[in-house]
């Protein structure tokens, strides 16, 4: 079945540091993926996302390419800052049916000033 | 524009005790609707699903049912919480785009 391995955290960094979370993904046919960001205490909100392969999707600074090749989707940021302290998740859909998401396990990045 | 509610925002419940949260979209007609349980430290699993009204899917059993009874309504109960239900509960709609959108949470307590 369809499956999203995401790189274990807490990932700290200083502010300013570049950023990569790993993100791969097993599944049939070609799913639409995504990056949810967490902020503490709130819900989910999509940060960005790519419906092909080779689609770049960005949001606010971060960026993530559909590698259909090595099956990986890593969120890249060149310059974080403390207010990017969240947990990041990584999920893939087929976006027919149901539109059921397959979540990653979720990455918690600190930022430190 | 759309917008997701939940509530409440926090709940601490004793076991044994029965459980009813409310997750309604307020902008859209006929969405999917889901219901996500994070634990601690853990990542999101999905618990129930919706296409339509009375219509429910469930994911893992559990001690939880969820019912859909108006078409932006979708409410997740128990009739008796146990320890391991404590967790943030989040509620989710989409779109035939597929992109989910999330509401803020319920953080459930069980004591």
């Known amino acids: 079945g369809n499956s999203v391995t995401q790189m274990e955290g807490p990932v700290t960094l200083s502010e300013e540091a570049f950023l990569t979370i790993n993100c791969t993904y097993t599944a049939t046919g070609y799913p639409s993926l995504f990056w949810y960001v967490q902020y503490p205490g709130e819900g989910l909100q999509l940060l960005l996302k790519a419906t092909k392969a080779d689609d770049k999707g960005s949001n606010k600074g971060f960026e993530a390419t559909y590698r259909k090749e090595t099956t990986s989707f890593h969120l890249e940021k060149g310059s974080v800052q403390v207010s990017d302290s969240a947990v990041y998740f990584c999920a893939l859909s087929d976006l027919k049916g149901t539109y059921k998401y397959i979540f990653g396990t979720g990455t918690r990045l600190k930022v430190l000033a | 524009s759309q917008t997701i509610h939940q509530w409440p925002a926090t709940l601490v419940q004793p076991v044994g005790s029965p459980l009813s949260l409310e997750c309604t979209v307020e902008g859209t007609s006929n969405p999917n609707l889901y219901w996500y349980r994070q634990a601690a430290g853990r990542g999101l699993q999905l618990l129930f699903y919706?296409?339509?009204?009375?219509?429910i899917s469930s994911e893992v059993p559990q001690n939880l049912s969820a019912s859909r009874p108006q078409d932006r309504q979708f409410i997740l109960s128990s009739k008796k919480l146990l320890l391991s239900d404590s967790g943030f509960y989040l509620c989710a709609w989409s779109v035939p785009n597929g992109y989910q959108y999330f509401g803020p949470g319920t953080r459930l307590t069980v004591l």
């Open positions: 919706s296409v339509g009204i009375g219509q």
